[in-house]
């Protein structure tokens, strides 16, 4: 990915934390624990590409309980439910005003349903284009991957 197009994805996700789940992010070079729980979405129009977030349990419930209401009370099958909606809805709010940002508002672009990431994260294997974030004091990280781009910069 592009240093501009990575610092769009900074910008991007940082204002999309702050203004939507009340949480602040600050880029690190080097996460301190490995994230547990990832999402994806993928995206179609005149460039495709995919988008993947991923943390820790921790920070999923304060998303869950910023965007959400509180989860205190909640059983653990609702609580996990409330979890993934969150970081869902979270991704799907960054990728779209991502694409936007990178794109322009003027092409069409299809944003698919964010999903729950089946395998787990291998950090070893994160290239060095992944954004790092520390949300709240948690390891957040966000991996963007464009294919078909026709933009100079990418």
Not at 47 to 63: Q, V
Not at 108 to 123: C, D, G, K, R
Request: charged share 25%.
């Amino acid at each position: 990915m592009d240093v501009s197009a990575k610092e769009t994805l900074v910008s991007t996700a940082s204002r999309v934390f702050e203004q939507a789940a009340f949480v602040f992010a600050d880029v690190v070079d080097t996460l301190d624990c490995e994230p547990t729980i990832g999402v994806s979405l993928s995206y179609d129009g005149d460039n495709s590409g995919s988008i993947e977030l991923w943390t820790i349990r921790e920070l999923a419930l304060t998303i869950a309980d910023n965007l959400l209401g509180e989860t205190d009370s909640l059983p653990e099958e609702q609580l996990q439910a409330r979890e993934s909606d969150a970081l869902k809805e979270m991704l799907n709010m960054i990728a779209g005003n991502l694409i936007t940002d990178l794109y322009g508002t003027a092409p069409v672009y299809n944003l698919n349903i964010p999903a729950i990431m089946e395998n787990p994260l291998n950090l070893q294997e994160v290239p060095d284009s992944a954004v790092r974030l520390r949300v709240e004091g948690f390891p957040v990280l966000l991996l963007m991957r464009i294919s078909e781009s026709k933009l100079d910069y990418l």
